[in-house]
């Protein structure tokens, strides 16, 4: 499984962007997908994921009521799309993918998920 993840840049405080993450090699139905992030010096964090049985999508608390994760099995794309955006949303962004239906405790850790994108880059200035 490949993932091209892409949709970071600078934006303002408050703004709003849209990460793409695009999946090769297996249909997106047939994965479960996430986001995590990273900043400097911090370890990779959740953001948001969906699990391939498509019930209902995973947040972490920092991102509930501004980002929005969704999948597009047609187009094998799973977008995050980050409103009202703080300073301490920069970090790079990963997309995620794994072929198995992670449960609760693990989707929303890095461990479960065996594919990883290059990251993109965002940038919220102040």
Avoid: H
Wanted: aromatic content about 8%; charged content about 15%; overall charge positive.
């Amino acid at each position: 499984v490949q993932l091209q993840a892409s949709g970071g840049g600078l934006v303002q405080t408050g703004g709003s962007l849209t990460l793409s993450c695009v999946a090769s090699g297996r249909t997106l139905r047939t994965l479960s997908m996430g986001w995590f992030r990273q900043a400097p010096g911090k370890e990779r964090e959740f953001v948001a994921g969906t699990r391939r049985s498509g019930d209902s999508p995973f947040y972490a608390n920092s991102a509930k009521g501004r980002f929005t994760i969704s999948r597009d099995n047609a187009k094998d794309t799973v977008t995050l799309r980050m409103n009202s955006l703080k300073p301490e949303d920069s970090a790079v962004y990963y997309c995620a993918a794994d072929m198995s239906n992670p449960i609760a405790s693990l989707i929303t850790t890095p461990a479960g998920f065996r594919y990883w994108g290059q990251g993109t880059q965002v940038t919220v200035s102040s």
